[in-house]
Protein backbone atom coordinates (compact mmCIF):
# COMPACT_ATOMS: atom_id res chain seq x y z
CA UNK A 1 0.00 0.00 0.00
CA UNK A 2 1.78 3.15 -1.04
CA UNK A 3 -1.21 5.87 -0.65
CA UNK A 4 -4.46 5.19 1.47
CA UNK A 5 -7.47 7.59 1.13
CA UNK A 6 -9.93 7.74 3.87
CA UNK A 7 -13.42 9.39 4.10
CA UNK A 8 -15.27 9.89 7.25
CA UNK A 9 -18.70 10.82 7.09
CA UNK A 10 -20.25 10.45 10.87
CA UNK A 11 -21.75 13.47 11.72
CA UNK A 12 -21.18 12.50 16.04
CA UNK A 13 -17.35 13.94 15.96
CA UNK A 14 -15.24 12.28 18.48
CA UNK A 15 -18.52 9.79 19.10
CA UNK A 16 -18.77 8.91 15.41
CA UNK A 17 -18.88 4.98 15.47
CA UNK A 18 -17.98 4.34 11.99
CA UNK A 19 -15.70 7.20 12.30
CA UNK A 20 -13.94 5.73 15.19
CA UNK A 21 -14.36 1.75 12.92
CA UNK A 22 -12.66 3.56 9.65
CA UNK A 23 -9.76 5.62 12.24
CA UNK A 24 -9.25 1.68 13.39
CA UNK A 25 -9.22 0.26 10.05
CA UNK A 26 -7.10 3.02 8.87
CA UNK A 27 -4.53 2.86 11.05
CA UNK A 28 -4.55 -1.18 11.13
CA UNK A 29 -3.81 -0.83 7.16
CA UNK A 30 -1.24 1.80 7.86
CA UNK A 31 0.83 -0.32 10.75
CA UNK A 32 1.42 -2.64 8.08
CA UNK A 33 2.79 -0.51 5.52
CA UNK A 34 5.26 2.33 6.63
CA UNK A 35 5.71 4.94 4.88
CA UNK A 36 2.20 5.18 2.86
CA UNK A 37 0.81 8.58 2.01
CA UNK A 38 -2.57 8.91 4.35
CA UNK A 39 -5.26 11.30 2.91
CA UNK A 40 -8.00 12.14 5.29
CA UNK A 41 -11.15 13.64 4.75
CA UNK A 42 -13.61 14.46 7.26
CA UNK A 43 -16.75 15.31 5.35
CA UNK A 44 -19.25 16.39 8.57
CA UNK A 45 -16.38 19.13 9.14
CA UNK A 46 -15.70 19.49 5.59
CA UNK A 47 -18.51 18.82 2.98
CA UNK A 48 -18.95 18.54 -0.53
CA UNK A 49 -21.97 20.71 -1.34
CA UNK A 50 -24.83 19.17 -3.56
CA UNK A 51 -23.79 18.55 -7.09
CA UNK A 52 -26.16 21.46 -8.80
CA UNK A 53 -26.38 22.83 -12.60
CA UNK A 54 -23.80 25.11 -12.97
CA UNK A 55 -21.13 22.81 -11.77
CA UNK A 56 -22.22 19.44 -13.15
CA UNK A 57 -22.18 21.54 -16.54
CA UNK A 58 -18.03 22.27 -16.09
CA UNK A 59 -17.86 18.18 -15.74
CA UNK A 60 -18.47 17.71 -19.29
CA UNK A 61 -17.26 20.97 -20.38
CA UNK A 62 -14.57 22.20 -18.45
CA UNK A 63 -14.72 26.01 -20.84
CA UNK A 64 -17.99 26.32 -19.17
CA UNK A 65 -16.71 27.07 -15.63
CA UNK A 66 -17.22 30.71 -15.74
CA UNK A 67 -18.91 31.42 -12.61
CA UNK A 68 -16.75 31.34 -9.58
CA UNK A 69 -18.96 28.76 -7.98
CA UNK A 70 -18.64 26.54 -11.33
CA UNK A 71 -14.94 27.19 -10.97
CA UNK A 72 -14.92 25.96 -7.15
CA UNK A 73 -17.18 23.14 -7.63
CA UNK A 74 -14.98 22.11 -10.91
CA UNK A 75 -11.63 22.57 -8.76
CA UNK A 76 -12.95 20.65 -6.62
CA UNK A 77 -14.30 17.37 -8.38
CA UNK A 78 -10.80 17.69 -9.94
CA UNK A 79 -9.00 17.70 -5.88
CA UNK A 80 -11.10 14.97 -4.72
CA UNK A 81 -10.41 12.61 -8.23
CA UNK A 82 -6.77 13.27 -8.24
CA UNK A 83 -6.81 11.88 -4.09
CA UNK A 84 -9.40 8.84 -5.91
CA UNK A 85 -6.48 8.31 -8.44
CA UNK A 86 -3.25 8.48 -6.28
CA UNK A 87 -4.73 5.86 -3.47
CA UNK A 88 -4.58 2.17 -4.24
CA UNK A 89 -6.60 1.62 -0.58
CA UNK A 90 -9.61 3.41 0.25
CA UNK A 91 -11.51 3.63 3.56
CA UNK A 92 -14.77 4.96 3.91
CA UNK A 93 -16.53 5.68 7.46
CA UNK A 94 -20.46 4.95 6.21
CA UNK A 95 -22.81 5.49 9.29
CA UNK A 96 -26.74 4.47 8.37
CA UNK A 97 -28.39 7.79 8.57
CA UNK A 98 -32.50 7.35 7.60
CA UNK A 99 -31.56 4.06 5.96
CA UNK A 100 -29.23 4.20 3.79
CA UNK A 101 -25.59 6.72 3.27
CA UNK A 102 -24.99 10.19 4.61
CA UNK A 103 -26.33 12.89 1.87
CA UNK A 104 -22.37 14.36 2.48
CA UNK A 105 -20.65 11.04 1.29
CA UNK A 106 -23.17 10.64 -1.68
CA UNK A 107 -22.32 14.13 -2.64
CA UNK A 108 -18.64 12.75 -2.49
CA UNK A 109 -19.66 10.32 -4.95
CA UNK A 110 -20.87 12.61 -6.80
CA UNK A 111 -18.25 14.77 -7.75
CA UNK A 112 -15.84 11.59 -8.36
CA UNK A 113 -17.76 9.78 -10.10
CA UNK A 114 -17.05 11.65 -13.73
CA UNK A 115 -17.46 10.39 -17.47
CA UNK A 116 -14.28 10.23 -19.15
CA UNK A 117 -12.25 10.32 -15.79
CA UNK A 118 -13.44 8.04 -13.37
CA UNK A 119 -15.60 6.02 -15.90
CA UNK A 120 -17.01 5.68 -19.73
CA UNK A 121 -20.01 5.21 -21.49
CA UNK A 122 -19.62 2.11 -23.78
CA UNK A 123 -22.20 0.47 -25.91
CA UNK A 124 -22.26 -2.52 -23.15
CA UNK A 125 -22.95 0.50 -20.73
CA UNK A 126 -20.57 2.09 -18.41
CA UNK A 127 -17.23 0.67 -17.15
CA UNK A 128 -15.13 2.13 -15.01
CA UNK A 129 -11.48 3.28 -15.42
CA UNK A 130 -10.08 3.07 -11.85
CA UNK A 131 -7.99 -0.07 -11.45
CA UNK A 132 -5.89 -1.90 -8.99
CA UNK A 133 -7.74 -0.08 -5.80
CA UNK A 134 -9.06 -2.13 -2.65
CA UNK A 135 -11.75 -0.43 -0.68
CA UNK A 136 -12.79 -0.93 2.59
CA UNK A 137 -16.21 0.56 3.88
CA UNK A 138 -16.94 0.60 7.42
CA UNK A 139 -20.61 1.02 8.77
CA UNK A 140 -22.18 1.43 11.68
CA UNK A 141 -25.97 0.88 12.06
CA UNK A 142 -28.48 1.37 15.30
CA UNK A 143 -30.39 -1.45 13.97
CA UNK A 144 -29.57 -4.80 12.35
CA UNK A 145 -30.47 -4.90 8.75
CA UNK A 146 -27.70 -6.97 7.60
CA UNK A 147 -29.37 -9.37 4.73
CA UNK A 148 -32.88 -7.94 4.78
CA UNK A 149 -34.42 -5.67 2.10
CA UNK A 150 -33.81 -2.58 4.64
CA UNK A 151 -30.16 -2.98 3.48
CA UNK A 152 -29.67 -0.42 1.26
CA UNK A 153 -26.31 0.57 1.75
CA UNK A 154 -24.20 -2.49 1.32
CA UNK A 155 -25.46 -2.77 -2.20
CA UNK A 156 -25.55 0.74 -3.38
CA UNK A 157 -21.74 1.17 -2.22
CA UNK A 158 -21.15 -1.74 -4.30
CA UNK A 159 -22.52 -0.39 -7.63
CA UNK A 160 -21.16 2.90 -6.55
CA UNK A 161 -17.89 1.86 -6.42
CA UNK A 162 -18.46 -0.73 -8.82
CA UNK A 163 -19.42 1.98 -11.50
CA UNK A 164 -16.19 3.87 -11.04
CA UNK A 165 -13.91 0.25 -11.56
CA UNK A 166 -13.62 -0.56 -7.73
CA UNK A 167 -14.71 -4.20 -7.37
CA UNK A 168 -12.55 -5.62 -4.71
CA UNK A 169 -14.51 -4.39 -1.48
CA UNK A 170 -14.14 -5.58 2.38
CA UNK A 171 -17.23 -4.47 4.47
CA UNK A 172 -16.86 -3.95 8.28
CA UNK A 173 -20.64 -3.79 9.98
CA UNK A 174 -20.83 -2.50 13.82
CA UNK A 175 -24.83 -3.39 13.83
CA UNK A 176 -27.23 -2.90 16.57
CA UNK A 177 -25.62 -0.05 18.01
CA UNK A 178 -29.35 1.23 19.11
CA UNK A 179 -30.65 -1.96 20.47
CA UNK A 180 -29.13 -1.59 23.96
CA UNK A 181 -25.64 -1.32 25.34
CA UNK A 182 -25.23 -5.49 25.04
CA UNK A 183 -25.98 -5.39 21.62
CA UNK A 184 -24.11 -2.44 20.94
CA UNK A 185 -20.86 -4.13 22.55
CA UNK A 186 -21.49 -7.26 20.59
CA UNK A 187 -21.49 -5.24 17.57
CA UNK A 188 -18.56 -3.01 17.97
CA UNK A 189 -16.62 -6.48 19.07
CA UNK A 190 -17.42 -7.95 15.65
CA UNK A 191 -16.42 -5.19 13.87
CA UNK A 192 -13.01 -5.11 15.92
CA UNK A 193 -12.70 -9.00 15.34
CA UNK A 194 -13.14 -8.09 11.47
CA UNK A 195 -10.97 -5.42 11.62
CA UNK A 196 -8.06 -7.86 13.08
CA UNK A 197 -8.97 -10.58 10.30
CA UNK A 198 -8.81 -7.52 7.40
CA UNK A 199 -5.18 -6.47 8.54
C1 LIG B 1 -29.68 11.26 11.79
C2 LIG B 1 -29.62 9.81 12.16
C3 LIG B 1 -30.36 8.90 11.47
C4 LIG B 1 -30.29 7.54 11.80
N1 LIG B 1 -31.02 6.64 11.07
C5 LIG B 1 -30.87 5.32 11.33
C6 LIG B 1 -31.55 4.35 10.56
O1 LIG B 1 -32.26 4.66 9.62
N2 LIG B 1 -31.35 3.05 10.85
C7 LIG B 1 -30.53 2.66 11.87
O2 LIG B 1 -30.39 1.45 12.09
N3 LIG B 1 -29.89 3.55 12.62
C8 LIG B 1 -30.03 4.87 12.38
N4 LIG B 1 -29.37 5.78 13.14
C9 LIG B 1 -28.44 5.29 14.17
C10 LIG B 1 -27.03 5.26 13.60
O3 LIG B 1 -26.93 4.37 12.51
C11 LIG B 1 -26.03 4.87 14.67
O4 LIG B 1 -26.10 5.84 15.71
C12 LIG B 1 -24.62 4.82 14.13
O5 LIG B 1 -23.73 4.68 15.22
C13 LIG B 1 -24.35 6.06 13.35
O6 LIG B 1 -23.01 6.17 12.99
P1 LIG B 1 -22.12 7.32 13.65
O7 LIG B 1 -21.95 6.90 15.12
O8 LIG B 1 -20.86 7.25 12.89
O9 LIG B 1 -22.83 8.62 13.54
C14 LIG B 1 -29.45 7.13 12.85
C15 LIG B 1 -28.69 8.08 13.55
C16 LIG B 1 -28.78 9.40 13.22
C17 LIG B 1 -27.92 10.40 13.97
Redesign the pocket.
Known amino acids: MKTLLQINA???GA?????RLADRLADALLAKAPGAKHIKRDLSQDPVPHLDHGTFQTFFDPGAAVTPAQKAGLSLSDTLIAELKEADTLVL?A?????NIPSTLKSWIDYVTRAEQTFRFAESGPVGLLEGKTAYVAI????N?LGTPADLQTGYIKMALGLIGIEDIEFVY?KG??MGPQAAEAGLQNAYQRIRELS
Open positions: GLQDSQSSGPMYNLAQGGFALA
